[in-house]
């Protein structure tokens, strides 16, 4: 028979934590709403991040993803320099689901329609870029690598990150709805660390920055091969063990 009050301590411990997407969804639904009914108005500057971060108690990598979603939604606008502004109220016919992976097989399902997605996007990045894309791209995969040895999870994130950054410089929002529609599907969990996996991220920065369209969707195309191979390999280890 269980006991009728649990062990000391177990209270919080059993408690599964929220993982940062559903933080993320959260915070947008917040904002979502305070759109809908005028508490920020269409036109209206959305508070800094920092004042975000203090007022839902949400890290900057969750202000910044439920950003992204907004903008994807076509409800945000940022400006490089100048702010985020209100543009669009939401609508009930426009959701922004999530997207689940149950499987090994749905994640080699979405790393296949990387493949078809983000070579494009990689030629329309290194075509269209402009210097402070170029910047954000290489800022993000500068946090990526800084973090790769310490966290998968925040690996992962900064994954996303560095994507997203090459989605935006296509100067195509259907890229960032897509890209954000996936969202944190778009990574494994489980990260490969390696100086192979840093050079194809590299190689794909060098060629957005010299505007080579042909060499970034080669380089895409060579990482996000690659990438699937790695994780087909790495699931197949973890089953021998």
Same mark, same amino acid.
């Given at each position: 028979?269980?006991?009728?009050?649990?062990?000391?301590? *177990?209270?919080?411990?059993?408690?599964?934590?929220?993982?940062?997407?559903?933080?993320?969804?959260?915070?947008?639904?917040?904002?979502?709403?305070?759109?809908?009914?005028?508490?920020?108005?269409?036109?209206?500057?959305?508070?800094?991040?920092?004042?975000?971060?203090?007022?839902?108690?949400?890290?900057?990598?969750?202000?910044?993803?439920?950003?992204?979603?907004?903008?994807?939604?076509?409800?945000?606008?940022?400006?490089?320099?100048?702010?985020?502004?209100?543009?669009?109220?939401?609508?009930?016919?426009?959701?922004?689901?999530?997207?689940?992976?149950?499987?090994?097989?749905?994640?080699?399902?979405?790393?296949?329609?990387?493949?078809?997605? /983000?070579?494009?996007?990689?030629?329309?990045?290194?075509?269209?870029?402009?210097?402070?894309?170029?910047?954000?791209?290489?800022?993000?995969?500068?946090?990526?690598?800084?973090?790769?040895?310490?966290?998968?999870?925040?690996?992962?994130?900064?994954?996303?990150?560095?994507?997203?950054?090459?989605?935006?410089? *296509?100067?195509?929002?259907?890229?960032?709805?897509?890209?954000?529609?996936?969202?944190?599907?778009?990574?494994?969990?489980?990260?490969?660390?390696? /100086?192979?996996?840093?050079?194809?991220?590299?190689?794909?920065?060098?060629?957005?920055?010299?505007?080579?369209?042909?060499?970034?969707?080669?380089?895409?195309?060579?990482?996000?091969?690659?990438?699937? /191979?790695?994780?087909?390999?790495?699931?197949?280890?973890?089953?021998?063990?």
């Amino acid at each position: 028979m269980n006991s009728p009050h649990p062990p000391s301590g *177990t209270d919080t411990a059993d408690k599964p934590r929220k993982r940062p997407r559903n933080l993320a969804q959260g915070l947008v639904q917040e904002l979502q709403q305070q759109i809908a009914t005028g508490t920020l108005r269409l036109g209206e500057k959305l508070p800094t991040e920092s004042a975000i971060m203090a007022q839902q108690s949400v890290s900057r990598t969750v202000v910044r993803e439920a950003l992204q979603r907004l903008q994807a939604a076509g409800l945000v606008e940022t400006r490089h320099g100048v702010g985020t502004f209100v543009i669009a109220k939401p609508s009930d016919s426009s959701p922004l689901p999530d997207v689940v992976v149950d499987s090994v097989q749905d994640a080699v399902a979405i790393l296949e329609l990387r493949l078809s997605l /983000e070579i494009e996007t990689a030629g329309l990045a290194a075509e269209r870029r402009t210097e402070a894309q170029l910047h954000a791209i290489r800022e993000a995969l500068k946090t990526l690598q800084d973090c790769e040895a310490r966290d998968d999870q925040a690996a992962a994130n900064a994954d996303l990150q560095f994507h997203l950054r090459i989605a935006e410089a *296509t100067g195509n929002h259907y890229f960032i709805d897509i890209m954000n529609h996936l969202k944190d599907s778009l990574v494994p969990r489980k990260r490969i660390q390696s /100086e192979r996996v840093n050079h194809e991220h590299e190689e794909v920065v060098a060629a957005i920055a010299r505007q080579d369209s042909y060499a970034a969707r080669a380089a895409m195309r060579l990482h996000l091969t690659n990438s699937r /191979e790695r994780f087909l390999t790495l699931n197949n280890d973890n089953r021998g063990a």
